[in-house]
């Protein structure tokens, strides 16, 4: 079945380790990715995206993410993390000529420890 | 910025109610999403419209219609609320295909029903 893995399903970090988030799909053709992050008690908030060029993509707060065709993955990344990254993130794709479905994935919820 | 408008927090309605839930958007967004967010499962499309009065059932349908009358305003029906549709309801929108985008999302709803 076609789909977005997230391996990571809880993640538990000290302020300052590095974060990767792993995120892998499924879907032939092409698509858009996105990294989305929900803060306790917040909406959905785009962390970045990528539609082409540059597979390496930089978002807000410090987050960047790859995108590696032939492995299908689009892994979330940031040096250093901080308290307030404590959040949910979402890995999402959208196939263009599908008339602009997003398909999610299960989601990574991160602690970080101060 | 973007808007995406969900009229209710938070509701509790009882078992057999009809349930609305309302959501509307300022930004002339061709298509409307509606999701349900659970933990451990991630986002699941219920339903998108990508016009008005269009719309497509999504992964997890059952139980549930829409409704888009207007452009900017996007409906959800439970028809007959159930304990197993509990859950908190995500609305988004987003340009349609041809352009760079994304979705955008709503504060969400938190249903339960009792």
């Known amino acids: 079945a076609q789909s977005v893995s997230q391996h990571n399903h809880h993640v538990i970090l000290s302020e300052a380790a590095s974060l990767e988030l792993g995120c892998n799909y499924s879907?032939?053709?092409?698509?858009?990715l996105f990294w989305y992050v929900q803060y306790p008690g917040q909406h959905l908030q785009l962390l970045l995206k990528y539609f082409s060029g540059d597979p390496l993509v930089k978002g807000i707060k410090g987050f960047e993410a790859e995108f590696i065709k032939s492995k299908f993955s689009f892994n979330l990344r940031k040096p250093s993390v901080q308290w307030s990254d404590t959040a949910e993130y979402f890995c999402a794709v959208s196939r263009k000529g599908t008339g602009n479905q997003f398909y999610f994935g299960t989601g990574t919820s991160l602690t970080v420890i101060p | 910025d973007v808007k995406v408008t969900q009229s209710s927090r938070y509701l509790v309605k009882r078992t057999g109610e009809k349930v609305f839930l309302e959501c509307v958007q300022d930004?002339?967004?061709?298509?409307m999403f509606w999701y349900r967010q659970d933990p451990g499962l991630g986002l699941r499309l219920i339903y998108f419209s990508y016009d008005v009065k269009m719309k497509e059932k999504g992964d997890i349908p059952e139980g549930y219609s829409v409704s888009r009358e207007k452009k900017e305003r996007f409906s959800l029906i439970l028809e007959s609320a159930s304990t197993n549709q509990t859950s908190m309801y995500l609305c988004a929108s987003s340009f349609s295909e041809g352009g760079l985008t994304e979705a955008f999302f709503g504060q969400g709803t938190r249903l339960t029903v009792v």
């Open positions: 879907y032939g053709g092409t698509v858009n």
């Open positions: 930004m002339d967004h061709e298509n």
